[in-house]
C-alpha cells in the first residue's frame, strides 16, 4: 500500500523567511504533484515533477524531486502572507492509465507579518 | 483552461436518502476520479474511471456507487446517505495522452451534510 507523508503538517512563519515541506513516499514512483488549497476552495495545481532530479519553479516556490529516496520537498522562500494555504503533496501509483493519486495529509501554512 | 464542474456547492440531505453528486469536464479527459476530504484525513480516492462506462474502486468504495455514461460526465451516488458521510467531495478529471500534462484538475467542491 502507498503511504505518502508529509512533514510539518502546520507550519507558521514569520514574512521573509524561508522553510521547506517535506513529502515522502513508501514505493517507487517518478511522478509527484504539488497541490495548494485556500479555505473553502478547491485543489490548484502548482507543480508536476515527472523524473529523478526534477526541479521546478514558480515565483518563491521551489519543488524537487528524489526518486531514490522517495523524497519531494517544496521550498518557500522569503515568504509572503498570500503564500497562507495548505499544500499537498500526491504520488502518482504508476499504473499506465492514467493518474490515480495518493494524497499526503496536507501541510498548513500560515505566514504572518 | 481545463473546468470540472461540480453541480452544487452545498447539498443537505436526510439519512437514508439517495443522493446524486454530478461532475463534467470539459477537456475531453480521459480519466475522472472522486475524492472525499475530511479533517486530518487528507482527500480519500472513491472511485475512478478510465473511459465510459468503466469503473474500479478506489480506498474507500463502500456506501457508494459511481456511473460513467459520457466521457464527460462521472456521478457518484451515495444509495442510502448515513452521517459519516458528511463531508467535502471532490471530482477531478486528468489524460494520460499527454505524458507531460497528467496532473489532475480539481473542481469546486461539494459540502455534503446528512443530518
Known amino acids: 500500500e502507498l503511504k505518502v507523508e508529509q512533514n510539518p503538517l502546520f507550519l507558521s512563519m514569520q514574512e521573509g523567511k524561508n522553510y521547506t515541506i517535506y513529502c515522502n513516499y513508501s514505493?517507487?514512483?517518478?511522478?509527484l504533484y504539488w497541490y495548494r488549497q485556500d479555505p473553502g476552495r478547491s485543489l490548484e495545481s502548482l507543480f508536476v515533477?515527472?523524473?529523478?532530479?526534477a526541479v521546478k519553479q514558480e515565483g518563491r516556490l521551489m519543488a524537487s524531486l528524489d526518486t531514490k529516496a522517495r523524497l519531494s520537498t517544496l521550498h518557500i522562500t522569503a515568504a509572503v502572507h498570500d503564500l497562507s494555504a495548505t499544500y499537498f503533496c500526491?504520488?502518482?501509483?504508476?499504473?499506465?492509465?492514467?493518474?490515480?493519486?495518493?494524497f499526503g495529509e496536507g501541510t498548513q501554512l500560515t505566514v504572518n507579518p | 483552461d481545463v473546468k470540472v464542474t461540480q453541480s452544487s456547492r452545498y447539498l443537505v440531505k436526510r439519512t437514508g436518502e439517495k443522493v446524486f453528486l454530478e461532475c463534467v469536464q470539459d477537456m475531453d479527459h480521459e480519466n475522472m476520479f472522486w475524492y472525499r476530504q475530511d479533517p486530518g484525513l487528507g482527500l480519500r480516492l472513491i472511485y475512478f474511471s478510465y473511459d465510459v462506462k468503466m469503473k474500479e474502486k478506489g480506498d474507500i468504495p463502500e456506501g457508494y456507487s459511481v456511473s460513467r455514461e459520457k466521457k464527460e460526465r462521472f456521478s457518484l451516488i451515495l444509495e442510502s446517505a448515513s452521517t459519516n458521510q458528511t463531508s467535502m467531495y471532490l471530482c477531478a478529471s486528468s489524460t494520460y495522452r499527454d505524458y507531460m500534462n497528467t496532473e489532475a484538475f480539481f473542481g469546486q467542491g461539494t459540502r455534503l451534510t446528512v443530518v
Open positions: 514505493t517507487t514512483s517518478d511522478r
Open positions: 515533477l515527472l523524473s529523478n532530479g
Open positions: 500526491a504520488v502518482d501509483r504508476g499504473e499506465t492509465s492514467g493518474s490515480r493519486l495518493t
